[in-house]
């Protein structure tokens, strides 16, 4: 009959495989909150506030219908601030600001040689820097998202749930992106400030199937169809005809899903010569 004791080799190695799993958490969640106090305590946090600021201070001034809800009111909030100001300049300049700088930073300072040498694999060392980006772009565009519909008034108040789900997508969806920039172009905040405020432009206004390959397109397809019960209306067809929101949130979330998989293929198989 077998004992059901276990041999001393087993007894041993159990106990070692803990204390090592034990050890490689402890080193992620390190890892994790030392990239997000990096981040949030960096220059970027306050070149950030100038925008958000001056978003603020474009409101104040614009003074929207603040005590009642009509619908030319919500599309002049809708079409100058939403889709013109702050999904195609304040969301990407939020997520470019950490999100190149998660990995980007510490290419360009040659600290990232140090975390590839530790005996932690790569795909965690991206997760703990994609995680440490997320909360803190996802805080910062739908806070100041909230402080931007309180100022408008009824109509601001309305416009945030109706666009809160587009705001949301466009985020994770800039996030994923500039994460994939960072590991595979060495200037990647330069290449993710050309692509936000340039390439979405000029690609976003071009005619026929081009500018589907833009965030921005998927974000205004979102905003135009979710805001039209409410009086917003879309743009000539004959430069823009937008999808619709369903079509468009899967869009945003295949974009975010196919460059978190390129990046952790990138990173996982690229050798970063340029660090030694």
Known sequence: MASATPTPAAATVAPQFGAGGVRLFRAWTTLLMLSFNRLF????????????????????????DRWTFAEGSFRAFSEEFMIFLFTSFVVPVCALAY??????GDREDRTLLFLLVRPVPRWLILLAKLLATLPLVLGLVLTSF???????GPIGEKAFWIYLTPVFYMTLAYVSLFHLFAVTFRHSTIVALIYSLFMEFLLGNMPGLVKRIAVNFYGRSMMYDLGGAEGLRSPDPEWFVPVSAW???????GISAGAIVLTLLIFSLREYRDLT
């Open 41 to 64: 305590w960096s220059m970027n946090t306050l070149m950030v506030l100038f925008p958000l600021v001056g978003c603020a201070l474009f409101l104040v001034w614009r003074r929207y």
């Open 99 to 104: 999100a190149t700088t998660s990995v980007g």
């Open 146 to 152: 909230w402080v931007y519909c309180r100022l408008a």
């Open 247 to 253: 079509g468009a949130g899967c869009s945003l979330l």
